[in-house]
Nanobody, 126 residues
Framework: QVQLVESGGGSVQAGDSLRLSCAAS????????MGWFRQAPGKEREFVAA????????YYADSVKGRFTISRDNAKNTVYLQMNSLKPEDTAVYYC???????????????????WGQGTQVTVSS
């Protein structure tokens, strides 16, 4: 089992920045990818960013590329999402997720993720 705890959400103005954190505990050695997803009211949960836990390769949704940065600290078992130039359309509940597959899977696909955090609200006002 892997437990995930997010923190760092809040309410900001358009153009501001926020950094989300996700601390993993438990069987973290089994993690392949860590990802961030978000869900706005009435919408599907969508991919935001992911990082390959061992190699550091990163992936981004087109909507956040150039504004958001995902990073990891393996020593702390923590993944971060630095969000800059926030827009009102970034408003959503942000979820951290961990994937522990034994073979390569597309990190953008939420169906492959095995563990999810409780979510943290990000609200961006214009």
């Amino acid at each position: 089992q892997v437990q995930l705890v997010e923190s760092g959400g809040g309410s900001v103005q358009a153009g501001d920045s926020l950094r989300l954190s996700c601390a993993a505990s438990g069987r973290t050695f089994s993690i392949h990818h860590m990802g961030w997803f978000r869900q706005a009211p009435g919408k599907e949960r969508e991919f935001v960013a992911a990082v390959y836990w061992s190699g550091g390769m990163t992936y981004y949704a087109d909507s956040v590329k150039g504004r958001f940065t995902i990073s990891r600290d393996n020593a702390k078992n923590t993944v971060y999402l630095q969000m800059n130039s926030l827009k009102p359309e970034d408003t959503a509940v942000y979820y951290c997720a961990a994937e522990r597959g034994t073979s390569w899977v597309p990190p953008q696909e939420k169906v492959y993720y095995d563990y999810w955090g409780q979510g943290t609200q990000v609200t961006v006002s214009s």
